[in-house]
């Protein structure tokens, strides 16, 4: 019995542990010109077990995942394989090499009742014949031509010959004939007319989709539409180093199930993946021409840098770096995706002006003795380019217990006191945001504006900003009561496991955005930016060209918090 109960747990824990079979995923990405698996870790599932699945070796997964030799595998989490022939360690030589896992077919050409084909002489025969042996390789949306002709071992120029090919671009499982290496195909024969290579684009009118992002009736004009987008994605992602940037994976992550969501719709999208802080790849002329739209890279040195090279028809978007508004007016080819913090400080001072009435009295704070700040000088010239009439009021923090009697003397206690905030000074707002609500309870009525970065200052409770009815203007605001933002949730947890961050929601709302313009206007999408106000998942985005240069995103949302402690869009 003794021996039977000490080998009890070790039969049990043998038994339990099955581990989980890995199935090689569907989707790959090009991170750096190298084509990557993109693996979700199921339970049980060991870095042996998916290296083997994937015919790749331990330490090609560790070159692509650093990280992993601290952290190790974890359930849901994503990790990058690189696809066999980008791997870098060397595989133990075999006696045959296999041949590329790669969609073959033969070209057997059908018996027709045709005279004319049957009249053919023997050395045309002769040529068909070899010809049709040819390999026929099935296009998927990750791969370019050098991809392809590395595969077979080709030449690009004899791939392009061979298929009759006058440009780089590639349909979405285009067919393409794959010559032997070293022999040049004079006379393709491809079959059926309808297998031809070469789609011909047919110019339509549009008609407006039900489920369309753009809410506006669609305007008359004629476009070419694409069921397949070329868009390219650079990031600092940070993927060859152990500290990987999370805001930037978590931008990249929205972005990969916007793509989704645009697949169910029937667009197909060939994304391209550069991580910028890794210079050893860098974009070529080609890579710009060939792609729709290019979404970064972050910062607004980088994109000032990439512009100088882009091709004027290749549009390049700033997803997340406001500073970078000054590119718009230098640049036709760029959009600037983050709303400035200009146009929210006019908002705001529009907003103050449609609220004020004759028995109101507006005052803007602003801090004594302390060097004016750009956000400052902004905000006081928003509120004199809005025309409206106020009363200053300044004062130092170390004068804050001694302003309530000075301040009293500028309110009114008949109408409604509107209080704007010119200071981006933690400890300045606090103070005001004190002084504000000890008025309050004695009967003064207060409604407080401010800039969007009051919502995270952490000295200032909450409550506070409910008992000032605080108005603020964003260029991001969430929703979690709509049903869209629900579905996002649903998805994004499903997939990933974890909550999305404001950056997985922006790289969501500007994927689905572009890739749905593109699609729907062809090449003219960048003509119908203007168009439409177009209300995403955290973002409003209002389009406006300036100078008849690039483009800037003046698009914001209201909201107001509540003294019953609601906070409120006002659309």
């Given amino acids: 019995m003794a021996i039977a109960i000490l080998s009890y747990p070790a039969s049990l824990t043998a038994q339990d542990y099955i581990g989980t079979p890995v199935t090689v995923s569907k989707e790959k990405v090009r ?10 870790v199921l339970e ?21 995942n650093p990280s992993l030799k601290e952290t190790g595998l974890k359930k849901n989490s994503i990790i990058l394989i690189p696809a066999p022939e980008a791997a870098k360690t060397p595989e133990p030589k075999k006696k045959e090499e296999p041949k590329p896992k790669v969609e073959v077919q033969e070209v057997v050409p059908e018996e027709k009742p045709d005279s004319k084909v049957v009249e053919k002489s023997e050395k045309k025969q002769e040529k068909q014949v070899k010809t049709v042996k040819q390999k026929v390789h099935v296009r998927k949306w990750y791969e370019d031509l050098d991809v392809i002709a590395q595969k077979y071992g080709v030449t690009v120029e004899a791939l392009m010959k061979a298929n009759n090919l006058t440009g780089r671009k590639l349909a979405n499982r285009q067919k393409l004939i794959i010559p032997e290496p070293g022999e040049i195909i004079e006379e393709p024969v ?20 039900a489920d369309s992002l753009h809410k506006e009736e669609e305007k008359p004009w004629i476009f070419s539409p694409k069921d397949e987008v070329a868009m390219t994605m650079i990031l600092p992602l940070r993927a060859a180093e152990e500290n990987i940037s999370r805001n930037n994976l978590d931008f990249y992550c929205g972005a990969l199930l916007a793509v989704y969501d645009m ?137 804050g217990r001694d302003v ?58 909450v409550e506070n900003f409910h008992n000032t009815s605080l108005h603020v203007s964003l260029g991001y605001y969430i929703d979690y009561e709509s049903r869209q933002v629900k579905d996002f949730l ?20 500007l994927t689905a955005l572009f890739i749905e313009s593109c699609s729907r206007y062809g090449g003219r999408w960048p003509e119908m930016l203007s168009s439409d106000d177009i209300y995403m998942l955290q973002s409003t985005f209002r389009y406006r060209k300036v100078e008849d240069s690039g483009y800037v995103n003046n698009g914001v949302r209201r909201i107001v918090y509540g003294k019953d402690w609601t906070v409120t869009e006002i659309k």
């Fill in 44 to 64: 049980k599932q060991t870095l042996f077990s998916i290296a083997k699945a994937y015919n790749v070796t331990v330490d090609d997964i560790y070159m692509m």
């Fill in 404 to 461: 309530l009697n000075p301040l009293k003397e500028k309110m009114t206690l008949t109408g409604t006191n509107r209080i704007l905030i010119a200071s981006e000074s933690e400890a300045f707002v606090n103070d005001v945001v004190r002084n504000l609500n000890i008025l309050i309870h004695e009967k003064y009525n207060v409604v407080l504006y401010a800039p969007s970065k009051i919502r995270s200052f952490e000295t200032i409770e």
């Fill in 190 to 209: 491809t079959g059926e007319k309808e297998e031809m290579i070469h789609p011909t684009d047919t110019t339509v009118t549009i008609e407006p989709a």
């Fill in 263 to 399: 697949a169910e719709k029937g667009i197909s999208t060939d994304l391209d993946i550069y991580d910028s802080a890794d210079g050893s790849h860098k974009m070529t002329e080609d890579d710009l021409q060939r792609s729709d739209v290019v979404i970064g890279p972050v910062s607004s040195s980088d994109l000032g840098r990439l512009l100088e090279v882009a091709p004027e028809q290749t549009m390049i978007v700033s997803p997340l770096d406001q500073r970078a508004e000054p590119l718009a007016f230098s640049h036709r080819n760029f959009i600037q995706a983050p709303t400035p913090h200009k146009v929210q400080y006019d908002d705001l001072a529009k907003w103050i002006r449609e609220d004020t009435e004759a028995v109101d009295t507006v005052i803007i704070f602003t801090e004594k003795g302390a060097a004016k700040t750009e956000a400052a000088r902004m905000m006081i010239e928003s509120a004199d380019s809005a025309r409206i009439t106020y009363i200053p009021f300044s004062y130092s923090i170390l004068e």
């Fill in 31 to 40: 991170i750096n010109g190298k084509i990557c698996y993109s693996h979700i």
């Fill in 490 to 509: 649903l998805k994004y947890r499903a997939l990933y496991n974890t909550e999305p961050t404001q950056f997985a929601f922006q790289g969501y709302d």
